[in-house]
Structures are given as structure tokens and as C-alpha cells.
């Protein structure tokens, strides 16, 4: 932080973080956001596994645990996973590419609160009446009949949520394309910049069919609509499908960032550039392809018939092999270079083991025969957790510690941050694991308990242990957060000392406008380039000018709240009991009192010129005669 | 047609732009008269009660995407330099379009 | 370049609508909006397709028995003619001919007025003559989910020209609201283009039988 931002008092900080635009400052907000509902997803893992610990526990009653398992799913996925791969995505990759914003900061934190608020509205479910509890999935015929308004707060809480990331999927998507730094082709892009280019693309085309499956469940639970309703001539078949061509492109969303942050630590620590650049872009684009092809292959069951099931069944076996080519990429990239274990580099290479596993058991999946046993067990549930946790979640602690010095200027302490590795390792295959053979011997998912001697004990039990264990781990992980803010050691540039991309090149955390001058990009990996001729600075692409930054605004937020507020509105209108529609006219004020917030809100952005204002070439210099990074 | 040439206050370039944007726009209107003649024949071969709904269907789809693809580029100027990325990704979203209106044809079943 | 310097006809530049790296940005962005508009008008497609004619009893009317031509062809014919008169709008900002450019977006929002009115009439009939209502069958339910999100967007685009109009009234053309107005009119082509999908296949594919 700059030398002028400490001398602030707590109101002018916060303040600060409510107002900016800054994509480096949404990039703290969405990982404090994310790593809270992180904490809070976990509980509930936590209380899962506590209740599945022995057969016929009573520690919470079958209702709560349908509410658990639903929040646990709907948590970590739309509200941890999600956001912090935002938050990596924020802080990187307009740094990666040389340029000073997004292409639209407004949108950008306009984006995070909304995302922010659709988040509390969901988790409000817990104090207003209980949580949903129709799964993550939310199927239709289940949830349309769930009293209370459970389900309502997953449907407009999410809708919120979905607003903002579809939003700040088109706001990657036009950065990566208008404001990549001269010199910086589409194929001298880093690989996290690609990634974050595909998963954009497939945000902008699969939350736009969840946005409307939600509008038609609220459509149908609330104002009386019958496009599930089979009496009124609907059809619950229709859900799952809208549900699904979301649901699927959703995981290749969480997924394939991830994967670029293990590209970036694998070239990183390695010492030696990303083996087949180009096949693992063109991989990256063929699994975004793909991934909206495959969709129906959470539905075998439902009664396709065998040709679509075949189809869906060869299609997802298909996008196997670009993944196996990542894989083999990045063992070859390793193969004769430099490797030094760091925590990133650590997790790294368990990655690696640990999602193929996760993998393999996809395309045991696929298989839609054996699909037929294995739906709706516990085989399902190792298998997504293995690709997940091994993959995604190991991804976001790698890069929390590879990032953190990026992002805030110090660096996590290393031995701990090996302890967290090796207790997290440990527990996460300790519980999935076991969960396979679980779902071979017969145990269904979604289950709040299980009788007795059927075999089932003892796999449960170390399950849950391997919960505990996950829970230290991240306890410590707290632990080593705090001791790196109090210490506030601060470093340089390039912490890792290997740094290859041009993010390494400038101080850590930036200057608030990123680039004092717009660097000339040579070719892949410009920093290593700039590095192996001697260089301590990047190649300025521009003389020394004036610099355009965008104006901080409080409108973002009150967008936002205005849409929070109107949700509730729209769902207490509907009088449950009476099956009655616009019932409630106090509801109805409070519906239209939101919207108004909103879209006078909106007025007022469009109503006032914002042109930002302009930092001149004469303060970059007194910067940079302080001794200031450029 | 892409009138992407340099600013310039040469009068003989004005001339020059306003002729090619008063070509482009009888063009536009060409394409407009286009789409009224589609649109007409659509109801005609609906109101007549001669055809079969096996020939009606698939003729009057054929002719919104006709009338859709001379909107898309002469409309919304698809056509011209500099739309390469919006054409990228109209073409994804048509496939994902497609994929879908498919698939709730197909398998989804009574 | 500064957005809001003084232009003449002959300064102009000939595609004012990307000249700066913001018009850039909000072209690109605004396109790749309009492949997820895409997506989402396909889904209510389908869906309607899908519940097309499922009543829950013989005593709901179907799609052959609801629509009429004359209605469709009216409302059809005044929102292609709206596209056609944005694009006048267009062809006059190029000119730097900001008065003609208002006139003819003027003369859009009135047809897109028009569709409107009519479409609320032509629901309010369906109401009142068919028992056809939102909440009757999930073919209505598909139904007016479909044309009312489309009506939402016309809405909305009207609107949205409306308030630039009223905005910029006064301050003649310039590069920080040339931009503004080019993707206001092609959201309005866009949901022509929607149009053109909906007449034939809820309308003329209903009365098809």
C-alpha cells in the first residue's frame, strides 16, 4: 500500500474499499468474501460429516441436514470457489497483460456487490425461516413442493449473485481482447490469462440459462406459473436440462482457472517456460468446447433412452483427452528444470495425482450402464469432491500463497504453510477415498444417516476424521494469515525470484495504477526475457504521459442493495398459506422500493458525466525519484 | 465498406464518405425491402391453406434465418472490418442456441 | 483524442462509434452481451417449444385456436420498420447530422411504442377472451414468459434511447455519446432479430397447427 493510504483512519479505509473501482482492492474484497464463505461452507462440511460419523446419529434432524447439505454445495461452489478464483483473476490478470484496469472498473465492483449481496441474502435463509434444502441442484418437482421460503432465498439470492459474475465475465472477456499491452499476442498470452479468456466465455453462455431456470422456479413457487407443474401441463424433466447446460460448463468455470494458476506455478518453480504452450491452449479451448456438449450426463437415469445416452456418454469420455494433455504438459514441463518445493510448488504436484484420480472416476462415469449403480451414491460424491478439492481447492491454496505477496505485499510463512499442505493432503484423501468403496458397497448420497451393520461404520468414521484433519489445516492457514499481517514484513517485486510473467516485474502490491509505463512485450514469459538479457525493468512500450484512472463510486453498492431489498419483496408477496399471488401489499411496497433504489441508481450514473480524472506525468516522476518501483 | 479511413479535413474526403454512407444506406434499404418480402411470403404461406405444415415449417424457419443473417450483417453492420470478435461470439452463442432448442425437442419426452 | 472535443462535418471521423479505447471497450463488451442475450432467448425457445399446447385440460385453448394474423402482421411490420428507422438514425450520425439523428430516433421510439401498445392490447384480449393467463397453463405460462421478456427488452430499449435523448439533447454529437447511441440501436436490431424468431415460430408455427 501506498505510503499515502496508511496515514488514513478506519472510516476513510473502509470507505475507500466501499467506494473503488480499484481492480487490485475488489481482488482483496472478493478473497476476504470467498475465504469467509469458505469458513462457513466448511462448517457445514463439518457438521455433515459429524452427523454421518455413526450409524443413526442424532446430532442434527433430517430436515436440518437436507438445509446443510444444500448450503454446503450452493456455499462453496457459487460463493467460495467462485469468488476466490475472481479474486485471483482481479488481482492478475489485468498485471499479466500489461494494462492499468479492466476494461470496465464500475462494472467490476459493481459485479462484486452484487455477488456480495445475492451471497447474504442466500445465507439470511438460516435466521428467516431455514435454509433451502432441495440439494444445489434444486430439482423441480422436490423443490417446488419445499415449505417455507427456503428455496426462494436460493432462487433470488443466487439470481443476485449470478447478475454479478455474468457481469464480470464480459468484463474479462473485453480486457483480455481491447487492453493487451503492444507486443502481447493471444498466443503470448500467460496461460491464467487464457484460462481466465475461456472460463469467461463459457460464464457469459452457461449463467445465462441458470438465470433463466431460476426465473422460472420463482416463476412457478411464487407469481403461479406451471412450467414444472404437471398438473398445469409443465414438465420437471425441463429443470434438470436448463439446470444441467449450466451445471456443467459451471465445473470447466471452476476448473480451468485453476488450472492456469498451476500452469503459472509448474513454469514458475520449474525454472523452464510451460512445455506445448500452444497444445495447452488449444486444449483449454477444446474442454470449453466440449463442456457444453456433455451436460446430460448427470441425467442417465431420467429416462433419455440409449442413443442420447450414448451420445452424452462418448462426448464427456472425449473431453478426457485434452485434459490428459495438460497433464503430460505440465510433467514435461518439469522434466529437466530446476524444481524447488515451495508451498505453491507442493501443492502443485499433488494436484496432479490427486485430479486424475478424480478424473478416472469421470470416465468410469461416463460408462452410462455402470452409471446406473453409481448414480446418487457416494461414488459420485468422491468423484466430484476429488476433482474439486483435488483440483480447484488445491488450486486456490496454492494460489493464495503463490499470489499473496502480489496482492498484499508480504509473504506467507513457508513452514507453515507446509503444515497446512500436509495435514489438508491427508485429510482430503482420508475422507473421498473411502467414500468410493462407500458408494460401491451401496451407500446413497444425500442421506442423513444409515443403519447399521451393512459394513458401513468404519469408512464413515475415517471419513470423518479426514474432515477433522481438513479443519486443522485450514485453522492453521488462519493462523499463518494473521502472523504475516502482524509481522508485515513487506517485499519486492519478484519475491519467488523466479518470476516469468509481467506481474513479477512491478512492486508488490502495485502502484494504484499499475504500469507507470506501458511495457513492450517481447515475446512469452516477457519478464524471463527482460531477466536473461540483464534487465531489471520491462521495455516501455510509451514515453512517460499523463495517466487516465477511472473515479471511485458508492453507486455499485447501491445498486445492489436496491436489488437485495427488492428479493425480499418479491418473496413475501406470495401468501403460502392461501396460495395467494401479490397478496401481501406491504411486500409489494418493499418490491417496488427496491427496484426504484436500483434503477435510480442507474439514472443517476447515467445522469452524471464520469470521465474519471487524470494522475500527470509530473507526480510518476517525484514517484519515482522516492526510490518507488516503476 | 468498412469507412475506416484516417480523420482528415479534406472536403473532397467528405464528399467522399457522405457518398459511400449514402450508398451503404440505399443498401440498407434494399436489404429492409428484402426483409418485408420474406417477412410477407412467411404469412402467405401460412395463411394458404394449400401447403402442408411439413412444407410450411421448415420454409418459414428458413426464411427468419435468412431475414435474422441480413440483420445481423447489413443492420448491425456484422459485415464490416473490426467485427471479428462479435462474430466469434454470436456464433457461439447461435451454436449453444441450437444445442439447446435440439435438445428440448429431442429428449424431452412426455 | 478527447471524447468531448468540438467536431464539424468534416472533422469527424468516420467510425465515431470506436474511436476512443472506452467505445472499444463498450462495442466489444456490448456485442459479446448480445451472445448471451442469444443464449437466453434460445432457453425460453426451447422451453416454450417444449410446453407448446400442454393444457391441463381439453377446456384450455391451444395455440391454433388463440392467434390471429392481423395483429402479428401489424405488430411485425411496425417493429421491422423501427429497425429500419434506427438505422436512418445511424446513417445521419455518421453525417454529424445530429438534428436528423434525433428525429429518426424519435421516430423509432414511437413504433417501438406502438408495438407495444399493441401487444398489451393483443394480451388483455387473450386474457379476457381465452381465460388465457399467466398462471392457467404452463403453455401460457411459456407463452408470456417469452413474448413478455421480449416486450421487457423493448421496453427497456425504449427507455434506454429516451433517456439518451433527453440526456444529449443539447449537446449536439461528440465522441463520448456517439458510441452511446450506436449500442442503444444495435440492442434495438437485436430484438428485432428476436422479433423475426418469435412471429414465425410462436405465432405463424402456432397458426400452423
Known amino acids: 500500500m501506498s505510503s499515502y493510504a496508511q496515514k488514513q483512519g478506519v472510516g476513510a479505509f473502509l470507505w475507500d474499499y466501499l467506494t473503488t473501482v480499484d481492480h487490485k482492492k475488489i481482488a482483496h474484497l472478493y478473497f476476504i468474501a470467498g475465504a469467509l464463505f469458505f469458513v462457513i461452507g466448511g462448517l457445514e462440511a463439518m457438521m455433515i460429516r459429524i452427523q454421518l460419523m455413526e450409524p443413526n446419529n442424532d446430532f442434527v434432524s433430517a430436515g436440518l441436514f437436507n438445509e446443510i447439505i444444500t448450503m454446503h454445495g450452493t456455499t462453496m461452489i457459487f460463493l467460495a470457489a467462485t469468488p476466490l478464483l475472481f479474486a485471483f483473476m482481479n488481482a492478475i490478470v489485468p498485471l499479466q497483460i500489461g494494462a492499468r484496469d479492466v476494461a470496465f472498473p464500475f462494472v467490476n465492483s459493481l459485479g462484486f456487490w452484487l455477488f456480495l449481496f445475492g451471497g447474504i441474502f442466500l445465507n439470511l435463509s438460516w435466521f428467516l425461516g431455514g435454509a433451502p434444502d432441495a440439494g444445489w441442484t434444486s430439482y423441480a418437482s422436490l423443490s417446488l413442493e419445499s415449505p417455507g421460503h427456503g428455496i426462494d432465498f436460493y432462487t433470488l439470492g443466487l439470481q443476485i449473485s449470478g447478475f454479478g459474475t455474468l457481469m464480470s465475465g464480459i468484463n474479462f472477456l473485453v480486457t483480455i481482447i481491447n487492453m493487451r499491452a503492444p507486443g502481447m499476442t493471444f498466443m503470448r498470452m500467460p496461460l491464467f490469462t487464457w484460462t481466465t479468456f475461456v472460463a469467461s466465455t463459457l460464464i457469459v453462455f452457461a449463467f445465462t440459462p441458470l438465470a433463466v431456470g431460476l426465473f422460472f422456479l420463482t416463476f412457478d413457487r411464487l407469481f403461479g406459473a406451471n412450467f414444472f407443474d404437471v398438473a398445469g401441463g409443465g414438465n420437471t424433466i425441463i429443470y434438470e436440462h436448463i439446470f444441467w447446460i449450466f451445471g456443467h460448463p459451471e465445473v470447466y468455470i471452476l476448473v480451468l482457472p485453476a488450472f492456469g494458476i498451476f500452469s503459472e506455478i509448474f513454469s514458475t518453480f520449474s525454472r523452464k517456460r510451460l512445455f506445448g504452450y500452444s497444445s495447452m491452449v488449444f486444449a483449454t479451448v477444446l474442454i470449453g468446447f466440449f463442456g457444453f456438449m456433455v451436460w446430460a450426463h448427470h441425467m442417465f437415469t431420467t429416462g433419455l433412452g440409449p442413443i442420447a445416452n450414448a451420445i452424452f456418454a462418448v462426448a464427456t469420455m472425449a473431453i478426457a483427452v485434452p485434459t490428459g494433455i495438460k497433464i503430460f504438459n505440465w510433467l514435461f514441463t518439469m522434466w529437466g528444470g530446476s524444481v524447488t518445493f515451495t508451498t505453491p510448488m507442493l501443492y502443485a504436484v499433488a494436484f496432479i495425482p490427486s485430479f486424475v484420480m478424480g478424473g478416472v472416476t469421470g470416465v468410469m462415469q461416463a460408462a452410462a450402464p455402470l452409471d446406473y449403480q453409481l448414480h446418487d451414491s457416494y461414488f459420485i460424491v468422491a468423484h466430484f469432491h476429488y476433482v474439486i478439492v483435488g483440483g480447484v481447492v488445491l488450486a486456490l491454496l496454492a494460489g493464495t500463497h503463490f499470489y499473496w505477496p502480489k496482492m498484499f505485499g508480504t509473504m506467507l510463512n513457508e513452514k507453515l504453510g507446509k503444515v497446512t499442505f500436509w495435514l489438508f493432503l491427508i485429510g482430503f484423501h482420508l475422507t473421498f477415498f473411502i467414500q468410493h468403496f462407500l458408494g460401491l458397497m451401496g451407500m446413497p448420497r444425500r442421506v442423513f444417516t444409515f443403519l447399521p451393520n451393512q459394513g458401513w461404520e468404519a469408512a464413515n468414521l475415517i471419513s470423518t476424521i479426514g474432515a477433522f484433519l481438513m479443519a486443522v489445516a485450514v485453522i492453521i492457514l488462519v493462523i499463518n494469515v494473521i502472523v504475516t499481517v502482524v509481522k508485515n514484513e513487506r517485499v519486492g517485486n519478484d519475491p519467488w525470484e523466479d518470476g516469468r510473467t509481467l506481474e513479477w516485474a512491478i512492486a508488490s502490491p502495485p502502484p494504484y495504477y499499475n504500469f507507470k509505463q506501458t511495457p513492450l512485450v517481447r515475446g512469452l514469459d516477457p519478464y524471463w526475457i527482460e531477466k536473461m538479457e540483464g534487465k531489471k525493468n520491462l521495455t516501455p512500450a510509451e514515453p512517460l504521459g499523463d495517466i487516465h484512472m477511472p473515479n471511485s463510486s458508492f453507486t455499485p453498492f447501491m445498486i445492489s442493495l436496491g436489488l437485495f431489498i427488492a428479493a425480499f419483496g418479491a418473496m413475501y408477496q406470495y401468501d403460502m398459506k392461501n396460495d395467494d399471488v401479490f397478496a401481501n401489499p406491504a411486500a409489494i411496497a418493499v418490491f417496488i422500493i427496491g427496484l426504484a433504489i436500483t434503477f435510480g441508481s442507474m439514472m443517476f450514473r447515467s445522469a452524471k458525466d464520469d470521465h474519471g480524472y487524470h494522475i500527470h506525468k509530473e507526480e510518476l516522476i517525484d514517484d519515482l525519484d522516492k526510490g518507488g518501483k516503476a | 465498406m468498412s469507412n475506416e479511413h484516417l480523420n482528415s479535413v479534406n472536403p473532397n474526403d467528405i464528399k467522399y464518405r457522405r457518398k459511400k454512407n449514402a450508398e451503404e444506406m440505399k443498401h440498407q434499404v434494399i436489404t429492409f425491402a428484402l426483409m418485408i418480402f420474406l417477412t410477407l411470403i412467411a404469412f402467405v404461406a401460412v395463411g394458404y391453406d394449400g401447403f402442408s405444415s411439413w412444407f410450411t415449417v421448415p420454409f418459414i424457419l428458413l426464411l427468419a434465418a435468412i431475414q435474422v443473417a441480413y440483420q445481423l450483417y447489413y443492420f448491425m453492420h456484422m459485415s464490416h472490418k473490426g467485427h471479428e470478435m462479435p462474430a466469434i461470439f454470436m456464433f457461439s452463442g447461435v451454436f449453444v442456441a441450437i444445442i439447446t432448442v435440439i435438445a428440448f425437442m429431442t429428449i424431452i419426452w412426455w | ?209
Not at chain 3, 384450455?60 to 395483429?71: G, N, S, V, W
Request: aromatic share 18%; with cysteine; proline share 2%.
Open chain 3, 1 to 209: 483524442m478527447h471524447a468531448e472535443e468540438k467536431w464539424t462535418a468534416e472533422t469527424w471521423p468516420a467510425s465515431p462509434e470506436r474511436q476512443t479505447l472506452e467505445a472499444k471497450n463498450k462495442f466489444t463488451g456490448f456485442w459479446i452481451f448480445l451472445g448471451g442475450e442469444t443464449v437466453l432467448f434460445a432457453t425460453l425457445f426451447a422451453t416454450y417449444l417444449a410446453l407448446k399446447d400442454k393444457v391441463p385440460s381439453s377446456d384450455h385453448m391451444l395455440a391454433k385456436d388463440i392467434f390471429e394474423m392481423p395483429l402479428v402482421f401489424a405488430t411485425t411490420m411496425i417493429l421491422l420498420t423501427s429497425s429500419l428507422t434506427s438505422v436512418y438514425a445511424m446513417y445521419h450520425m455518421k453525417n454529424f447530422q445530429f438534428k436528423k439523428m434525433m428525429l429518426w430516433l424519435g421516430i423509432t421510439v414511437v413504433l417501438g411504442a406502438s408495438f407495444l401498445a399493441l401487444e398489451i392490447y393483443e394480451f388483455n384480449h387473450y386474457v379476457h377472451e381465452f381465460h388465457h393467463t399467466f398462471t392457467s397453463s404452463a403453455f401460457a405460462s411459456a407463452f408470456y414468459t417469452l413474448t413478455g421478456f421480449h416486450g421487457a427488452h423493448v421496453a427497456f430499449g425504449l427507455c434506454w434511447i429516451l433517456t439518451l435523448m433527453i440526456r444529449n439533447g443539447k449537446r449536439g454529437l461528440d465522441l463520448y455519446n456517439a458510441p452511446k447511441f450506436y449500442l442503444a440501436s444495435l440492442y434495438w436490431h437485436f430484438i428485432d432479430v428476436v422479433w423475426v424468431f418469435i412471429f414465425t415460430v410462436v405465432y405463424l408455427m402456432g397458426m400452423v397447427g
